[in-house]
């Protein structure tokens, strides 16, 4: 069953901007910790950001000042703000809900293409 549908992923220049969403099925519980995370052809998937319910973060030191995860009021939805983006960012990028109890769920995931 589909619990996590992201959106937003485009095509962009250095520098420019976008903004991820990740819709949840239901509601984040309060005991959820959201992530992103992001996976380049032939490289290992990496946490980008990570968010849990009440509102504590975590980046990569990669995107640390330039990318911010926010959960929205109503606790259905996860953004990741990318700013100041590199080609080095170019990557599919897939949110992540893992439950207080270890169960773990990925969406399909989204293309970033950062490139002139």
């Known amino acids: 069953q589909v619990q996590l549908v992201e959106s937003g992923g485009g095509l962009v220049q250095p520098g420019g901007s976008l903004r991820l969403s990740c819709a949840v099925f239901?509601?984040?519980?309060?005991?959820?910790?959201m992530g992103w995370y992001r996976q380049a052809p032939g490289e290992q998937r990496e946490l980008v950001a990570q968010?849990?319910?009440?509102?504590?973060?975590n980046y990569a030191g990669s995107v640390k000042g330039r990318f911010t995860v926010t959960i929205d009021n109503t606790r259905t939805t996860v953004a990741l703000q990318m700013n100041s983006l590199k080609p080095e960012d170019t990557a599919v990028y897939y949110c992540?809900?893992?439950?207080?109890?270890?169960?773990?769920?990925w969406g399909q995931g989204t293309q970033v293409t950062v490139s002139s």
């Open positions: 992540n809900r893992r439950l207080w109890s270890g169960v773990k769920y």
């Open positions: 239901g509601r984040i519980y309060d005991g959820d910790v």
């Open positions: 968010i849990t319910s009440v509102g504590s973060t």
